[in-house]
């Protein structure tokens, strides 16, 4: 047991804790403000009248900050009532006995109405420790024209990973520039690839790694063949998802995977791109799942008033503010009926409508394919110190990922 994890212990058991006014509930955002202001402090107001005599503290940090000041504020015995944190970050904090359950918390028609998959991917332990806020997924962003000039069909866009590759190579013959920009290394999407193709990543009880299967390697095997026959621009290594949108808007790459809210940066930075501009569905795996992203609402396990805490969390999280909060911005609701409203169902003629629709109902059955684990970082450096020298041509790509699986599982079976 670490130091770190000792010390928190004894915090969380509510040693030398402060006390605190239990009217007064502390809530914690990432980054939505300036933007978000009025729409945070209308909710927050709105909530405050339903219950006279009730305060909520808002408190908005950047996202490199949340987890370090999350930790702090634990270890002071200040943590916040109500955190927004990302549904990959929950496992963290469930093993370190942060976060609440939530079933005492949470009458059941206040967890119901959510998608499954995203309920799924904030329950550990079989409980419940987060209610999904809101959703994004990918989509497929492309350029018409530059497909034409390649002697392709202006909306011939792949469905699948290996049909991804097959245009890649078949493209990179016809064109100078490269078919599609796919983030390989630096927080790599391949995750969500070998899952999205039917490769478990780790065993049931989260102690051994096994992405390195036969199927496994075949997969990996692909991407790096394709990256080495120079049909994908090298910096799918080394630069993450806005590496993805600032070579499409420099005309590198005829496409990318890539959330709908990234056409008003094309729209704003490349406007002549931007009118040559389709938009499809992601691509997918074998199994056909594409992948979910979920921000949810959790609440402390050292709230000063976790019921009033999980009744907030409730309010924001219901039907009619998921709905107000995605018409601010792209986003998407958990809330099932949300999804139903014919903002999500029906185009205006505009591309974003028609990238919103697109996503909207690839939400309905998409899932969280990023592992959840609690010492994710430290995994995926294994996975991208591991993976790097095969895509370099330093490395065999089926060792590559040998190695990568026993580091993991040494990771995976050491104790907190």
Not at 41 to 61: A, H, K, M, N, Y
Not at 190 to 199: F, I, K, T
Not at 353 to 376: C, D, F, M, T
Not at 381 to 403: C, H, I, S, T, Y
Request: hydrophobic share 45%; aromatic share 10%; proline share 6%.
């Amino acid at each position: 047991m670490t130091r770190l994890f000792a010390i928190l212990l004894i915090v969380l058991t509510g040693c030398c804790a402060p006390a605190r006014d239990p009217s007064v509930i502390e809530f914690w955002t990432i980054q939505l403000s300036p933007t978000f202001d009025p729409f945070i402090r209308s909710l927050i107001g709105e909530f405050e009248r339903s219950r006279p005599g009730t305060t909520v503290r808002w408190v908005d940090v950047p996202f490199d900050g949340i987890t370090q000041k999350f930790l702090s504020s634990i270890a002071a015995g200040q943590s916040p009532d109500v955190i927004n944190l990302p549904g990959d970050y929950v496992q963290k904090y469930v093993h370190l006995g942060a976060l609440a359950g939530l079933e005492p918390l949470l009458r059941e028609e206040a967890r119901a109405p959510h998608l499954p998959a995203a309920l799924r991917s904030l329950t550990a332990q079989d409980s419940l420790y987060g209610v999904p806020w809101y959703l994004a997924t990918k989509i497929m962003i492309y350029d018409r024209e530059k497909l034409a000039r390649a002697g392709f069909p202006r909306d011939a866009v792949p469905t699948s990973f290996d049909g991804l590759l097959d245009f890649a190579k078949e493209f990179r013959k016809h064109s100078r520039s490269y078919g599609f920009f796919y983030n390989v290394v630096v927080d790599s999407y391949l995750y969500q690839v070998l899952v999205s193709e039917g490769v478990p990543l780790i065993s049931d009880d989260d102690k051994r790694a096994l992405f390195n299967s036969a199927a496994g390697k075949q997969v990996i095997r692909r991407w790096v063949e394709t990256f080495r026959g120079g049909a994908m621009p090298r910096e799918c290594l080394f630069e993450g998802h806005q590496g993805g949108i600032a070579a499409y808007q420099s005309g590198t790459v005829a496409m990318f995977v890539g959330a709908p809210q990234f056409l008003r940066i094309i729209k704003e930075n490349s406007p002549t791109i931007y009118a040559n501009t389709g938009v499809a569905p992601s691509v997918a795996g074998r199994t056909g799942k594409t992948e979910l992203d979920v921000m949810a609402l959790s609440v402390s396990s050292n709230s000063v008033n976790p019921r009033l805490a999980g009744e907030f969390a409730a309010f924001v999280t219901n039907k009619e503010n998921q709905l107000r909060f995605a018409r601010l911005v792209p986003i998407f609701p958990s809330h099932r009926e949300a999804l139903n409203d014919p903002f999500f169902r029906q185009e205006d003629g505009t591309l974003e409508s028609a990238a919103r629709v697109i996503a909207a109902r690839q939400i309905l059955s998409a899932e969280v394919l990023k592992p959840s684990l609690r010492n994710y970082q430290r995994l995926n450096n294994v996975f991208k110190d591991e993976l790097l020298p095969a895509f370099l041509g330093n490395a065999d790509a089926g060792m590559a990922l040998d190695a990568a699986a026993v580091r993991w599982t040494k990771l995976l079976q050491e104790e907190w």
